[in-house]
């Protein structure tokens, strides 16, 4: 095994041997970053000690399918298991990955997939639009929900807020945190059978625990998690976080919303088969399927 990991670093050679010997299931992400790190291009590995589960193996990690198969099968022989090749399609994130293995090892059901939002389809979905509307992409699965949203500084509350000193408010980030529970609501919290949740159901009722620790101002990208913490009709809590980097930006301990069911709509029929399209109900004035969500991705690129 030793010989296996020679390229990797020691930590994760020593994780992998405290594995071997107690089968303790925290050495596994260790295990798991060091042998993405191992195949990662040198230049990429920072991004790996951020511990920033969002990081896509593909698109920021530039991780291949194939360099994809040679980290399996490493990632077999070093925690004695087998991977099979169909359950690696849905695995795009370095959370997805961390997620997978730590199932596989104690023997329990696999997650269901992480689904990526882009800004259109955030913008089709959700009661909030531009310009009070702050994720720019998101990713949501059953255990919560991150998204990002990055400062511009063309935001129209900054012209007063503060004077020559743009500044983002408190309450709007805590505003942002709130919007993504809202959209885990709509895109990954469980629902009765024949029901969704009505996006005209979901507002703020309260929160509590609400720390902020750092100033944000335009250029920052603000990192954005909620996970749900309590869920029965017609209340959802949720815990919620903004980073900047590595950096605390807002914690709150509880964010708490209302919600409700409505009647899931009838999927079209063709040629006799009823057709799930796995989208949620487009909220009112959200752009439908033909129009245009150019402001949308104007916002996000401003």
């Known amino acids: 095994m030793r010989d296996a990991l020679k390229r990797c670093s020691a930590s994760t050679v020593e994780a992998a041997v405290q594995f071997r010997k107690s089968h303790d299931v925290a050495q596994v992400p260790v295990v798991v970053i060091g042998v993405l790190e191992r195949f990662v ?17 593909v698109e920021d990690l530039g991780i291949d399918s ?38 596989k090892v104690r023997g329990l059901p696999l997650p269901k997939p992480t689904k990526f939002l882009p800004i ?20 949501v699965n059953s255990a919560g ?10 935001e129209f509350f900054l012209e007063g807020h503060f004077k020559n000193n743009p500044v983002m408010p408190a309450s709007i980030m805590l505003e942002a945190i709130g919007q993504l529970a809202v959209l885990y609501l709509l ?19 309260g929160c509590e625990g609400v720390r902020a620790h750092r100033i944000c101002k335009p250029g920052d990208i603000l990192s954005l998690s909620v996970k749900p913490k309590r869920m029965k009709m017609p209340l959802a809590t949720f815990e919620g976080s903004i980073r ?59």
Request: aromatic content about 4%; glycine content about 8%; hydrophobic content about 40%.
């Open 244 to 302: 900047v980097g590595q950096e605390k930006a807002v914690m709150a301990e509880e964010i708490t919303l209302t919600f409700g069911f409505v009647d899931a709509p009838a999927q079209p029929v063709i040629n006799g088969v009823e057709q799930a399209n796995g989208t949620a109900p487009a909220a009112a004035g959200a752009p439908q399927s033909g129009e245009s969500t150019t402001p949308l991705r104007a916002a996000v690129s401003a």
């Open 187 to 205: 895109e990954g919290a469980p629902a009765e059978p024949g029901k969704v949740i009505s996006p005209a159901t979901i507002f703020f009722t």
């Open 41 to 57: 291009e040198p230049g990429l590995r920072a991004k790996l000690k951020e511990v920033d589960d969002d990081l896509r193996l």
């Open 120 to 139: 259109e389809h955030i913008g089709s979905v959700m009661p909030i639009q531009p310009p009070f509307l702050f994720l720019n992409e998101a990713s």
């Open 66 to 103: 194939l360099t994809m198969m040679e980290i399996v099968i490493l990632v077999e022989d070093v925690l004695q298991m087998q991977i099979n090749n169909e359950e690696l399609r849905n695995l795009r994130t370095v959370g997805d990955v961390k997620t997978f293995i730590d199932c």
């Open 145 to 154: 929900a991150n998204g990002k949203y990055k400062i511009t500084g063309q």
